[in-house]
T-cell receptor, first 115, second 114 residues
Framework: DADVTQTPRNRITKTGKRIMLECSQTKGHDRMYWYRQDPGLGLRLIYYSFDVKDINKGEISDGYSVSRQAQAKFSLSLESAIPNQTALYFC??????????????FGPGTRLTVL | AQSVTQLGSHVSVSEGALVLLRCNYSSSVPPYLFWYVQYPNQGLQLLLKYTSAATLVKGINGFEAEFKKSETSFHLTKPSAHMSDAAEYFCAVTSSGSARQLTFGSGTQLTVLP
């Protein structure tokens, strides 16, 4: 079984719709992250969470919100989707107590298309 | 602040030829550096990492990278390209601060020609 899973893997939605992307992990890591990937821009950090009670904005948080329901679950919401949020979204986890370099482990990604 | 520059968004090599993917970083503190690979329709997989031990780092699938502080570089190489190496490669940097966030480069798409 995969350590970091994302649902759905693909989603097509319309402008103005609310959509939620979910991430679950079985690695027991405290830290979780949401990134978006756009061609030519690499991965950019949307939000990150150090634990259930500690959530922080990343580089591009506008238009997004998150919820850390449990140590293992971290959801990303688009309250009113717009076409320029069409992208590939990745969830990642890490455990900085395990190693100082804080290696991150990535899920398989969710491809979101907003029409 | 930290940043990563990957020179060359697309690189093509012939099968059996040397692969060289360039990465330069900037960081105000000693960095940790990573190379990730993304195969089509898949997530990111760690190739190798520099964590301030040996400057020449060996990774999976025959890849290696050398940390050069004087050049602020961490270029990825493989002596002989294989068709299965075709993928997108990302260089990333983090530091030992409390947040230890990863900053990614824009990626390099590697094409391997028969």
């Amino acid at each position: 079984d995969a350590d970091v899973t994302q649902t759905p893997r693909n989603r097509i939605t319309k402008t103005g719709k609310r959509i939620m992307l979910e991430c679950s992990q079985t690695k027991g890591h405290d830290r979780m992250y949401w990134y978006r990937q756009d061609p030519g821009l690499g991965l950019r950090l949307i939000y990150y969470s150090f634990d259930v009670k500690d959530i922080n904005k990343g580089e591009i948080s506008d238009g997004y919100s998150v919820s850390r329901q449990a140590q293992a679950k971290f959801s990303l919401s688009l309250e009113s989707a717009i076409p320029n949020q069409t992208a590939l979204y990745f969830c990642a986890t890490s455990d900085p107590h395990r190693a100082s370099y804080n290696e991150q482990f990535f899920g398989p990604g969710t491809r979101l298309t907003v029409l | 602040a930290q940043s990563v520059t990957q020179l060359g968004s697309h690189v093509s090599v012939s099968e059996g030829a040397l692969v060289l993917l360039r990465c330069n970083y900037s960081s105000s503190v000693p960095p940790y550096l990573f190379w990730y690979v993304q195969y089509p329709n898949q997530g990111l997989q760690l190739l190798l990492k520099y964590t301030s031990a040996a400057t020449l780092v060996k990774g999976i699938n025959g890849f290696e990278a050398e940390f050069k502080k004087s050049e602020t570089s961490f270029h990825l190489t493989k002596p002989s390209a294989h068709m299965s190496d075709a993928a997108e490669y990302f260089c990333a940097v983090t530091s030992s601060g409390s947040a230890r966030q990863l900053t990614f480069g824009s990626g390099t798409q590697l094409t391997v020609l028969p």
